[in-house]
């Protein structure tokens, strides 16, 4: 099993740019989800997924969108990037009924 | 709102000493407790795990413990090493599956 992969490992964007940020993982995981990790803040949850075609808004889902169209793939989606979305995203997946969490690397994202 | 504590927020320990990291949280209606170590740059490898229903779990050298009511967990790692050194994430999980992250102990193991 890869886990949970995450791509790309890096991003610069200029503002108002959009991107994909990409996450999978093949542990056949219902529940996903997005944190992002600042400095001198615990990581705060953007949005999740509960499984296909379900998906529903954390603590700061603010000018992120999300889909969920297969078991596998939980995309994160920058519509039109912003300094304040400069951080780094974690994606996290878990099986239901069970309990402990599987992160990917993470993505680091600048916006100039 | 859960609202998670660590403390301290940094320490700095001569390598073979046992040490203490504490969390605390808020909102005592948690389903379980996770631990995770988190590398420089690098992403958040789980450590432990303590269900609701337990008091403590043990893995190697480390050591977690859990009191639900008063809100608090401890991670116990015992004769540190300097490969042990690395942040340490506290993070409460509520009724569904999203878990709330504390910011962390930075820890450093001299030699």
């Known amino acids: 099993n890869a886990g949970v992969t995450q791509t790309p490992k890096f991003q610069v964007l200029k503002t108002g740019q959009s991107m994909t940020l990409q996450c999978a993982q093949d542990?056949?995981?219902?529940?996903m989800s997005w944190y992002r990790q600042d400095p001198g803040m615990g990581l705060r949850l953007i949005h999740y997924s509960v499984g296909a075609g379900i998906t529903d808004q954390g603590e700061v889902p603010n000018g992120y969108n999300v889909s969920r169209s297969t078991t596998e793939d939980f995309p994160l989606r920058l519509l039109s990037a912003a300094p304040s979305q400069t951080s780094v995203y974690f994606c996290?997946?878990?099986?239901?009924?069970?309990?402990?969490?599987?992160f990917g690397p993470g993505t680091r994202l600048t916006v100039l | 709102k859960q609202e998670v504590t660590q403390i301290p927020a940094a320490l700095s320990v001569p390598e073979g000493e046992n040490l203490v990291l504490n969390c605390s949280f808020t909102d005592s209606a948690i389903y379980n407790l996770q631990w995770f170590r988190q590398d420089p740059g690098k992403g958040l490898t789980s450590l432990l795990l303590?269900?609701?229903?337990?008091r403590e779990q043990t893995s190697g050298r480390l050591n977690a413990s859990l009191d639900k009511s008063s809100g608090r967990s401890t991670l116990y790692i015992a004769a540190s090493q300097p490969g042990d050194s690395a942040t340490y994430l506290c993070?409460?999980?509520?009724?569904?599956?999203?878990?709330?992250f504390g910011k962390g102990t930075s820890l450093l193991v001299t030699p």
């Open positions: 303590i269900q609701s229903s337990q």
């Open positions: 993070a409460p999980r509520d009724s569904g599956y999203a878990l709330n």
């Open positions: 542990m056949n995981h219902e529940y």
């Open positions: 996290a997946s878990v099986r239901q009924g069970e309990n402990e969490q599987f």
